[in-house]
């Protein structure tokens, strides 16, 4: 796999975050020439027994990591949780973030969560993989898109592993009427189709006055491993969106969410 060479994991040994290792894993599993790098972030108070503890539990978490596994880091840094992740991941310059989250209840999507600010913070692609989640084969994958794609070279992320798993790939345009989705989903096609060509793909079209609600039926539906979306957060070629979408995906997610940017 020639996008993802490098894989940046936070880690703070909760359930959240060792999932998202043991998924990390499985992807490194598939190209054993991908460098891991688990990243560890205390506070700003430099704490010798801290250090010497976070240092055991690394001992022994290294014991988990398999033989395939040929190229693994570990830093540790001080700071602020979320801009030290992001200024980590300007030095190190990762392909791809992979962060456990716990997700929020609907009653609770007026709160963030770490995962939904680095989500906004972070110019990057990030792969986010809720806690409860362990199925970690790749079979088919939907990208939900609009027909006002930013950038549609972030869909190389998403060819590639696709390709990687053999993976059939689902792109979904949710419309709130059947004129509308019709339209958009045309517009998709032509933008797209570049991208695809050399996929097993299928364009799918779907009208629903809650975009969330229809991108969640369609996941449920038709077996979903993993969920693409290509935010206009950082948008390269237009207006920047308020990433509200991405948010909420970020916030009920209930299978690995692949934030392509």
């Known amino acids: 796999m020639n996008l993802i060479n490098k894989i940046?994991?936070?880690?703070?040994?909760s359930d959240s975050s060792m999932n998202a290792f043991h998924y990390a894993l499985n992807l490194v599993d598939s190209d054993n020439s991908i460098q891991l790098i688990l990243l560890h972030i205390i506070d700003k108070d430099d704490n010798p027994m801290e250090m010497m503890e976070v240092m055991s539990q690394f001992d022994t978490l290294k014991n988990q990591v398999p033989r395939f596994?040929?190229?693994?880091e570990i830093v540790v840094k001080h700071g602020r949780r979320i801009d030290t992740i992001v200024e980590t991941t300007v030095e190190m310059d990762p392909k791809l973030v992979v962060m456990g989250?716990?997700?929020k209840s609907r009653s609770l999507m007026h709160a963030e969560s770490n995962t939904s600010l680095l989500v906004k913070k972070l110019d990057r692609s990030i792969l986010v993989i809720p806690q409860d989640y362990t199925k970690y084969s790749i079979n088919e994958i939907a990208v939900a898109v609009d027909h006002q794609i930013d950038d549609a070279?972030?869909?190389?992320l998403i060819h590639d592993l696709a390709r990687w798993f053999d993976?059939?790939?689902h792109v979904l345009t949710v419309a709130t009427n059947k004129e509308e989705a019709v339209v958009m989903g045309e517009k998709v096609e032509n933008t797209?189709?570049?991208y695809l060509d050399t996929l097993d793909h299928t364009y799918e079209l779907s009208n629903d006055t809650?975009?969330?609600?229809?991108?969640e039926q369609y996941i449920g539906e038709n077996k979903i491993?993993?969920?693409a979306i290509l935010p206009k957060t950082h948008a390269k070629n237009g207006e920047p969106s308020g990433g509200k979408l991405t948010r909420v995906l970020t916030l009920q997610a209930k299978i690995p969410l692949l934030i392509a940017d």
């Open 69 to 72: 596994v040929n190229h693994l």
């Open 210 to 215: 809650d975009i969330v609600n229809g991108i």
């Open 153 to 156: 070279s972030d869909l190389a």
């Open 167 to 169: 993976a059939k790939v």
């Open 101 to 103: 989250t716990k997700g």
């Open 8 to 13: 940046l994991v936070p880690i703070d040994f």
């Open 225 to 227: 491993d993993m969920l």
């Open 192 to 194: 797209l189709e570049y």
